[in-house]
């Protein structure tokens, strides 16, 4: 009796061993384990956030949910592109990064995971997530941005991208709220225009900057002109201030001064010039038979 005592025990222990496993959840995950049962269905049995693991139970499993925050890009180009309301075709790309709700976990499972095999799984750890944020999130997502697009004309999508991003990332947020999905930025980028709407641009661009360039050159000439008609102003009126003073009495005097230079030089030159009374110079065309007056020699 005690033998066959000990013979069940013994398979009991064996088939225990065989049926138990010590679930683990690496770090950057939350484990949702479920406790399965030899007649009847499985149910939840607990989370475990990692790095952890439950200890070796009977019958327990884990599929290990990742909450670490995700970058994806929507690429909306060639057959995706989208009509700006005044029908231009624009290509542009939506950048979002999004996470799984980490006190969520029982609630993505329940209503927003769908069937992953194990050998998926073990491939890739995330594909549980990524299947549950294309049949969530991706489309509402695209819908959003083509519809935040096609409010606007085709050259004012470049300079509302932020705006354009800010606009999506509120209408998803309210379309994921309640879920265990978290979006917590979408960044608009990326615009291409049809290469002629391109070339297009380009040109009114360099006219415009050339169009800057003359502006820029006529006013240097006004100013150049301005300045110049305010020298010739003040030359001319430097002469009739000169004109004005000079009398008799003052060329005289500035004969009398230069003489006095010209015997003080050590260089000097002795020209013989015609003068008249007060020995003033005399200037202007005399006739050869005309009387001359006195002339001086200026040493």
């Known amino acids: ?66 909450i670490t925050p995700y970058t994806y890009t929507e690429d909306f180009s060639r057959d995706e592109a989208v009509l700006s309301r005044d029908n231009l075709k624009i290509e542009f790309r939506v950048h979002t990064v999004w ?39 991706r489309e509402p997502l695209r819908t959003f941005a083509r519809d935040e697009v096609q409010r606007r004309n085709g050259l004012e999508v470049k300079d509302a991208l932020i705006t354009i991003g800010d606009a999506v990332l509120a209408r998803i947020q309210r379309y994921a709220a309640g879920s265990p999905f978290i979006i917590s ?51 001319a009126n430097a002469m009739q201030i000169i004109r004005g003073q000079l009398s008799a009495m003052y060329i005289q005097h500035e004969a009398i001064e230069a003489q006095k230079m010209m015997v003080n030089s050590p260089n000097h030159t002795v020209v013989y010039i015609p003068v008249g009374p007060m020995g003033v110079p005399l200037t202007g065309t005399f006739s050869a038979t005309e009387p001359r007056g006195p002339s001086a020699a200026l040493k």
């Open 185 to 235: 930025s979408v960044v608009v980028g990326n615009v291409q225009y049809p290469e002629e709407v391109a070339t297009a641009v380009s040109r009114k661009l360099a006219a415009t900057q050339e169009l800057q360039r003359k502006d820029t050159e006529i006013e240097i000439e006004r100013k150049e002109r301005t300045k110049r008609e305010v020298q010739a102003q003040g030359i």
């Open 1 to 66: 009796m005690v033998a066959a005592l000990i013979v069940l025990l013994g398979i009991g222990a064996i088939i225990w061993l065989l049926g138990a496993s010590n679930p683990f959840t690496p770090a950057g995950y939350v484990g949702y384990l479920t406790k399965g049962a030899v007649i009847g269905r499985s149910r939840f049995y607990g989370v475990q956030r990692g790095p952890t693991s439950a200890g070796r139970t009977w019958l327990l499993e884990v599929t290990n949910v990742s």
């Open 99 to 137: 996470h799984v709700d980490d006190t969520r976990i029982p609630l993505f499972m329940d209503r927003f995971s769908t069937t992953v095999g194990r050998s998926t799984l073990e491939k890739d750890p995330d594909a549980i997530v990524k299947t549950a944020y294309g049949n969530f999130v």
